[in-house]
C-alpha cells in the first residue's frame, strides 16, 4: 500500500478548534503510518517466507516425468509462487495443483487456460504437453527413497490393516477410489510445535 505523499496528510494544513483535538489528530496520525509500516514489514516476512520455501522439480526426477512437468516448475519458479497460490487462481487445491505438474491429474482445458495466464506459458504449447491422459504412478520407485514419502508410506504399512478394517465396518465390502478423490494438507500449531494435517476423500 503506497501512500501518495501530497494527499496522505493534507489536513495538516486545517486549523484546529482546540490543541486537544489536534493532539488527537496528531496521534492517530501516527498510529496509521505504524500500522502501515506494520504490514509492509509482515508483507514482506511473507513474501521472503515463501520464496525460501518453494518446491522445486527433483532432477533425479526427470526420466519419468512428461515434458509439462519442467515447462510448469521452471515457469512457477520464475514467477516465485506457490502451489497454494496458483490453487486459489484456479480455484482447486494445492495439492491438486502440485499433481499436475507432477503429470499425475488431468486438468482441464479452463485449468490450462488459467495455467498459462498465470505462469505466462504460451497456451497452444501448454495444451500439447497437457493433452492426452496422466501415467500415474511412474514418478517414484516404491518403496520411495525419498524420507518424508517413505514415512506416508510407512503409515499405510503401519495402519493399513486398521484403516481396512475401520472402513469395511463403515462401509462394508469394497474400495476407496483415488479418482473420485480430492485430498489437502493443513498446518496447526499449537504449545507442542507445528502438525501436518493431511486429508484424504475418497468415494466409496
Do not use: C
Amino acid at each position: 500500500m503506497t501512500l501518495a505523499a501530497p494527499r496522505t496528510f493534507l489536513i495538516d494544513a486545517l486549523e484546529f478548534p482546540s490543541p486537544s483535538v489536534k493532539a488527537k489528530y496528531n496521534s492517530l496520525k501516527t498510529a496509521i503510518r505504524i500500522e502501515i509500516t506494520r504490514n509492509r514489514s509482515q508483507s514482506t516476512d511473507e513474501k521472503s517466507f515463501i520464496m525460501s520455501h518453494l518446491a522445486t522439480l527433483d532432477t533425479s526426477l526427470h526420466e519419468r516425468l512428461p515434458q509439462s512437468s519442467m515447462t510448469l516448475f521452471e515457469a512457477k519458479a520464475k514467477k516465485q509462487l506457490s502451489f497454494e497460490q496458483i490453487g486459489k487462481e484456479l480455484g482447486r487445491s494445492e495439492v491438486a495443483v502440485a499433481a499436475i505438474f507432477y503429470g499425475q491429474s488431468r486438468p482441464s482445458e479452463e485449468d490450462i487456460k488459467k495455467l498459462s495466464s498465470i505462469l505466462d506459458v504460451p497456451l497452444p504449447a501448454l495444451t500439447q504437453q497437457l493433452a492426452g491422459f496422466p501415467d500415474r504412478g511412474r514418478v517414484i520407485e516404491m518403496p520411495p527413497r525419498e524420507p518424508l514419502m517413505y514415512r506416508l508410506y510407512e503409515i499405510v504399512q503401519n495402519y493399513g490393516p486398521a484403516y481396512k478394517a475401520v472402513l469395511n465396518e463403515k462401509f462394508g465390502d469394497g474400495i476407496m477410489s483415488a479418482i473420485s478423490f480430492s485430498t489437502k494438507v493443513e498446518k496447526e500449531t499449537d504449545d507442542k510445535g507445528d502438525w501436518a494435517v493431511i486429508t484424504l476423500r475418497g468415494k466409496w
